[in-house]
């Protein structure tokens, strides 16, 4: 059965306080790991794909990586306006087209 | 400008009653998708259709059933037979191989 745990499920930072949040998967073949933002009340915002292990994406002061088991969002020199919940889903061949989800790690960074 | 509506924000049902939700999209984007949000967990895939005229469970979609009569509108229904609707839920399209979501109903009971 495809899974997806995300650690933590919180996390508290002071502003410039760089750390990771961690996806772990377990997919019958996967066809992409995708990112989230969600802000509360609100519905998810796209932040990346990735499709192979070694890949790699950025924006602003995020950056998601990719291996055979899990996928890391590394988030530099925080802000609070980064502050939300982070969304780590898998596309498997099991799937079809549906995005199985973890529960989210929900980031408060403090100024 | 393109995009994934929801409406209402937020609706309330009383017992025994049947309630819809509203998703339109403007996106033309052929599979559509709609997910429950509870607080602490993951989003749970309730139905998804790939195509008009067409659509399959997802894994609790026990209480709920959807139409697919025209390729912008993916409307649910929470029917009385689901006893805890309280959730947040979330409808989403795919286009270029992204998950692309509305901005929620939150769903409660009187």
């Known amino acids: 059965e495809d899974q997806v745990t995300q650690s933590p499920e919180a996390l508290r930072l002071q502003e410039g306080e760089s750390s990771s949040l961690n996806c772990s998967y377990t997919?019958?073949?996967?066809?992409?790991l995708f990112w989230y933002r969600q802000d509360p009340g609100k519905g998810p915002e796209f932040l990346f794909t990735?499709?192979?292990a070694g890949e790699e994406k950025e924006k602003e002061r995020l950056k998601a990586t990719l291996t055979k088991k899990e996928s890391f969002l590394h988030i530099t020199a925080p802000k609070p306006e980064d502050s939300a919940t982070y969304l780590c889903?898998?596309?498997?061949?099991?799937?079809?087209?549906?995005?199985?989800f973890g529960k989210g790690t929900t980031l408060s960074v403090s100024s | 400008d393109g995009g994934i509506t929801q409406s209402p924000k937020y609706l309330f049902r009383k017992e025994g009653q049947n309630v819809t939700l509203s998703c339109e999209q403007n996106?033309?984007?052929?599979?559509m998708y709609w997910y429950r949000q509870d607080p602490g967990q993951g989003l749970r895939l309730i139905y998804y259709?790939?195509?008009?005229?067409?659509?399959q469970k997802g894994d609790i979609a026990e209480g709920y059933s959807v139409s697919r009569e025209k390729k912008e509108s993916f409307p649910l229904t929470v029917t009385s037979a689901q006893k805890n609707p309280t959730a947040f839920y979330l409808c989403a399209s795919i286009g270029g191989k992204k998950l692309f979501f509305g901005s929620g109903t939150q769903l409660s009971v009187l």
């Open positions: 889903a898998v596309r498997s061949n099991q799937a079809g087209t549906a995005l199985i």
């Open positions: 259709s790939q195509i008009v005229n067409d659509f």
């Open positions: 996106l033309n984007h052929d599979a």
């Open positions: 997919v019958s073949g996967l066809r992409g």
């Open positions: 990735l499709y192979s």
